[in-house]
Nanobody
Framework: QVQLVESGGGLVQPGGSLRLSCAASGSIFTITSMGWYRQALGKQRELVAT???????NYADSVKGRFTISRENAKNAVYLQMNSLKPEDTAVYYC?????????WGQGTLVSVSS
C-alpha cells in the first residue's frame, strides 16, 4: 500500500503562482511514477503532469510552459509548481502514484483561481 498526502492548495488571483506538495509513505520502493491529476466541478479527472523514476516528465498541453513537476526521492515527495494560473485551472488536484498495475490517490487539494 501507498499513502499520499497533498498540501499547498488555496485561493490565488489570475496570473499568480502556487506550489503543491505530495508526500508518499508505505510501499514506496516499488512506485514507478508519480504525478498530478485534477478534476474541475462537473468534469472528469484529467492528467496534469507525471514524472517517472528516471525523471522523464509528461504534461497536459493546457499546462505546458506554466507548470513544472519535480520529484525529491530523498523525501519521497513530488511537487507541482504552478505559474501564470488561469481561472480554468480551478479544480481539486490529486496526487497519484503508480505501483505495478495499481493507482494510488491522495485526498485532493483545492486550487481556486479567481479575482
Amino acid at each position: 500500500q501507498v499513502q499520499l498526502v497533498e498540501s499547498g492548495g488555496g485561493l490565488v488571483q489570475p496570473g499568480g503562482s502556487l506550489r503543491l506538495s505530495c508526500a508518499a509513505s508505505g510501499s514506496i520502493f516499488t512506485i514507478t511514477s508519480m504525478g498530478w491529476y485534477r478534476q474541475a466541478l462537473g468534469k472528469q479527472r484529467e492528467l496534469v503532469a507525471t514524472i517517472t523514476n528516471g525523471g522523464s516528465t509528461n504534461y497536459a498541453d493546457s499546462v505546458k510552459g506554466r507548470f513544472t513537476i519535480s520529484r525529491e526521492n530523498a523525501k519521497n515527495a513530488v511537487y507541482l509548481q504552478m505559474n501564470s494560473l488561469k481561472p480554468e485551472d480551478t479544480a481539486v488536484y490529486y496526487c497519484n502514484a503508480k505501483r505495478f498495475a495499481t493507482n494510488y490517490w491522495g485526498q485532493g487539494t483545492l486550487v481556486s483561481v479567481s479575482s
